[in-house]
């Protein structure tokens, strides 16, 4: 952990009560289009660069979210699109 440098600065908190709200950090979704649940979590595991690791990590946790978001609601469009055409399909305009 970094060292506040500051004069007469006492650190109260202890590692622990620190690093807390990092630990719990994570993302979560639910999709509609999709009828999905997507989730993910920091692994709070060895964080070799202390809070910026973890930041790090609930970062990813939230990208991979994000992503897996757009692939299956992108997919559910696509899916939708499909149906719709196979049950009316658009007429060859021929004049």
Known sequence: MKTNHQRG???TRTSRDVFQKYIAGGSHAFLELSDRYVA???T???HANG???IAKDVAGAKKYVRSRTRFHENAA????A???V????VPSGGG
């Open 86 to 89: 196979s049950r009316n399909p």
């Open 51 to 53: 809070k910026r690791g």
């Open 44 to 46: 709070s595991g060895d």
């Open 40 to 42: 993910a979590c920091a």
């Open 77 to 80: 469009t696509r899916q939708l």
């Open 9 to 11: 600065f006492k650190e």
């Open 82 to 84: 499909e149906q719709d």
